[in-house]
């Protein structure tokens, strides 16, 4: 199991619906997580890389804006508050994760 999809299980222990890069097309259920890739750091030494260090951009999708699924991720190491906003009537709440 690689990475990402070792995040994909940790996030499914915090909502039902858990989503990587959805396609358009799809009809989400909610409350959700919704996350993709953001940016990928090297560490180098000796003009070698020795270390990855991939971040993600998480957005949590709830009706209610105190959602205890947010509070829940934000309790994990390297998670970042961003923003948070109301888009048709849903709690839009993005955070960064380091993983």
């Given amino acids: 199991m690689n990475r990402r999809e070792e995040l ?3 996030l499914e ?3 039902d619906n858990v989503y990587f890069q ?5 009809n989400i259920k909610y409350p959700a997580i919704i996350y993709s890739r953001r940016d990928v750091e090297k560490d ?3 003009n ?12 949590v999708i709830d009706r ?3 959602s205890c699924i947010a509070q829940h991720l934000l309790e994990l190491d ?3 508050f961003d923003r948070q906003f109301v888009s048709d009537g849903l709690n839009h709440i993005t955070l960064t994760l380091y993983y």
């Fill in 8 to 10: 994909q299980c940790l």
């Fill in 13 to 15: 222990h915090f909502a």
């Fill in 44 to 46: 180098r030494a000796d």
């Fill in 22 to 26: 959805p396609p358009t097309n799809i």
């Fill in 48 to 59: 070698k890389t020795y270390r990855l260090k991939t971040s993600y951009n998480i957005t």
């Fill in 64 to 66: 209610n804006p105190d």
């Fill in 78 to 80: 390297y998670c970042e």
